[in-house]
C-alpha cells in the first residue's frame, strides 16, 4: 500500500571531513571499548563545536548571558514542528532582501518558513553564502512566522561583525536553523519535524531535520 506522505531528511551529514567554520572544533571520536578488546559491545566518544552540520542557535550564542533561559534546553520546542513552507531562491548568494521574496510568498503563511539557496551543497566545504537581511526577518515575524531556516553555515554574512540578524531573530522571540541540505527539495508546503538535542548548558545543538509533505486521497483531501 502506497503510504500518504513522503519523508525528505534535510540534515546535513556530519562525519570527520564535515565543514566548520574557521577555529571552530570539528567532529572527532575515538574507540572507548570494542568486541576487539574482549568486549561485548562497541563504546565511542566524540567531539565537536555544535555548529557543525545542521543546527540549532539560541540567543546565547549571540547574548553576553549565557543564563539558563538563554541557552538551548529552553527554546520553545512547538516551533519546531508543525507546517512550514519553502522558498526557493536557487542560486542566491547576496542577503535575501524583501524584494526577493515577495511575490513568493503564500498567501496563507505558515509559521516556519525555510530560504533554499543551493542546488548542491558540498558538505567537506565550508562555503560562504546568502544570509537574511534584517527587514526580512521583521516582515516574516509580522506575518507570525516563529522559525526559520537556511542552507548555508549563518543567517548572518559568514564575514558579519555585528550579527545583526542573530539579534534581530532574537528581538523577535524567533528561532532559527542553519546549514539545511535542501538541494532535494522543491518550493511548496510541508510539515516539519526538527527538535533540537536538549543540551541544557550550551548555546547550539544538531538537530535531525525532516520535512514530510502529504499526499492527497483520491477525494483531493489530506490524510488527518
Known amino acids: 500500500m502506497k503510504e500518504a506522505y513522503t519523508i525528505i531528511d534535510i540534515t546535513q551529514p556530519v562525519t570527520k571531513m564535515s565543514a566548520c567554520f574557521p577555529g571552530d572544533t570539528p567532529f572527532d571520536y575515538s574507540l572507548q571499548a570494542s568486541y576487539a578488546d574482549n568486549k561485548c559491545y562497541n563504546l565511542t566518544s566524540f567531539s565537536m563545536s555544535p555548529h557543525i552540520g545542521t543546527h540549532v542557535d539560541a540567543p546565547a550564542h549571540t547574548l553576553s548571558s549565557m543564563s539558563s533561559d538563554h541557552l538551548v534546553g529552553n527554546l520553545p520546542i512547538a516551533s519546531f514542528i508543525g507546517p ?13 532582501r524583501l524584494i526577493d521574496i515577495e511575490a513568493k510568498i503564500p ?3 505558515p509559521p516556519r518558513i525555510l530560504f533554499r539557496t543551493r542546488v548542491q551543497t558540498y558538505f567537506d566545504k565550508f562555503e560562504a553564502g546568502a544570509s537574511l537581511s534584517v527587514e526580512v526577518i521583521e516582515f516574516l515575524h509580522l506575518h507570525k512566522v516563529r522559525l526559520v531556516g537556511i542552507d548555508t553555515p549563518s543567517v548572518d554574512d559568514v564575514n558579519s561583525t555585528d550579527l545583526r540578524a542573530h539579534h534581530a531573530l532574537i ?25 533540537p538535542i536538549k543540551l541544557m548548558e550550551l548555546e547550539a545543538a544538531p538537530l535531525r531535520a525532516v520535512l514530510i509533505r502529504f499526499e492527497p486521497n483520491p477525494k483531493g483531501e489530506l490524510p488527518c
Request: aromatic content about 10%; some cysteine; proline content about 2%.
Open 84 to 96: 512550514c513552507f519553502v522558498i526557493d531562491l536557487c542560486s542566491c548568494s547576496h542577503e535575501i
Open 107 to 109: 498567501k496563507n503563511l
Open 171 to 195: 528581538s523577535c522571540g524567533m528561532v532559527w536553523i542553519e546549514n539545511l541540505d535542501l538541494t532535494q527539495v522543491k518550493e511548496s508546503e510541508y510539515f516539519l519535524s526538527a527538535p
